[in-house]
């Protein structure tokens, strides 16, 4: 069943739509509201659709000792765990500023929820969409609190098995229609062997009312590629400045060069799966067809080398042409007849049976292309 819903005002996704893009800034951001502002420029430099950030109250999602606990690390913004958070979470005053910052940008904003408080403001704030991330795909209370504003979800998927994951989809199913479950692996990096993208066919079967996507957090840009191959309607990966900062995010991050390059190839992807007709396409004519010298100029392009060397007629298509001397009145046999790129052009090669057991109006000369006016 082919699926497709709004997820932001005018951009549908699911069935054909583009692959929608998320720039995931997250964290990535160092705690400052100005590189956030950078990073939502360079996403919308990119060509991405949307950006991403990470809501937290902070009592609300961990309780005191958590809060408390000592937090020794390269990644540390603070000497326990509590400080640490603190340093990286903005403000609902600074959410404002960037949403509106986003807006004067263009592109469309976004956020997980880490917590219900924090839904709740996100709602408030006028999101489009809910991202659920993969530490909440599996706490069904708030799953279920985020599905009644009946706003569409976006849910990653990493750290759950199957069950699970078809758990909350007919948890929500019921609530609201508008799903997206992102197959994710949830390590910084992902080792290519932990990916299975092929849970992407799974997911298809077995969620057939929600749509497919991916959330990769995996060091280059060829494995999201190959999910887009395989369907994914709906990309997220994360955006740095520098992957070298620190944090534990940006290893498995694309600076923005790397990111833009990836949004070009998606695209092209796309236009490369394009249906499942499998005809002659537009830039085959002048490697099948009889094309002069001077049509050949701004002709869709082919590669010169091979299929116009020299600028010359000859093509790779190939003719049916005689294989011997047949004279007038001959009934036609296999034996009499064979396949050579040729001038001037005839028959096609896969027409070669259907001349079986035709007469030759005329002689045929040894190597000349049978045409049309060659049989009866």
Not at 31 to 49: F, H, P, Q, S, V
Not at 97 to 107: R, T, V
Not at 151 to 160: L, R
């Amino acid at each position: 069943m082919d699926i497709e819903f709004e997820l932001i005002p005018g951009r549908k996704i699911g069935k054909n739509h583009p692959c929608f893009i998320i720039a995931e800034i997250g964290q990535n951001h160092q705690g400052d509201i100005n590189i956030a502002k950078r990073m939502i420029i360079e996403a919308k430099e990119i060509g991405a659709d949307c950006v991403k950030f990470q809501k937290t109250d902070l009592p609300s999602r961990f309780n005191k000792a958590a809060l408390e606990r000592p937090y020794v690390s390269l990644n540390s913004w603070g000497k326990t765990y509590g400080e640490h958070r603190k340093h990286l979470e903005f403000s609902e005053d600074q959410f404002y500023e960037l949403y509106q910052f986003a807006q004067q940008k263009d592109i469309s904003f976004s956020s997980s929820g880490m917590d219900k408080k924090s839904v709740d403001f996100l709602h408030k704030l006028g999101i489009p969409f809910f991202k659920v991330g993969s530490g909440d795909s599996n706490n069904f209370p708030q799953l279920i609190h985020t599905a009644k504003f009946t706003k569409p979800m976006v849910i990653s998927t990493g750290m759950q098995n199957m069950e699970t994951v078809k758990k909350v989809y007919d948890l929500l199913m019921p609530i609201n229609k508008r799903l997206c479950f992102l197959l994710c692996t949830s390590s910084y990096p992902a080792p290519p062997k932990d990916i299975h993208l092929n849970v992407l066919k799974t997911y298809k079967s077995e969620l057939p009312g929600a749509i497919i996507g991916y959330s990769g957090h995996e060091v280059g840009q060829e494995i999201t590629i190959a999910a887009v191959a395989l369907g994914a309607k709906v990309v997220e990966r994360h955006l740095t400045l520098n992957r070298t900062w620190k944090g534990s995010d940006h290893v498995a991050s694309l600076e923005p060069q790397e990111f833009k390059q990836l949004v070009r190839q998606i695209r092209n992807v796309e236009l490369a799966l394009g249906t499942t007709e499998k005809v002659l396409r537009d830039s085959e004519i002048p490697c099948y067809e009889k094309t002069s010298s001077e049509e050949l100029v701004g002709a869709p392009a082919t590669d010169p080398d091979v299929c116009h060397r020299g600028r010359d007629k000859k093509k790779l298509g190939k003719t049916i042409v005689a294989a011997k001397f047949i004279p007038a009145g001959t009934v036609l046999t296999e034996d009499m007849l064979d396949v050579k790129v040729a001038e001037p052009k005839g028959r096609r090669a896969e027409e070669l049976s259907e001349l079986i057991g035709r007469t030759a109006k005329h002689d045929v000369s040894y190597d000349h292309s049978i045409t049309d006016d060659v049989v009866d």
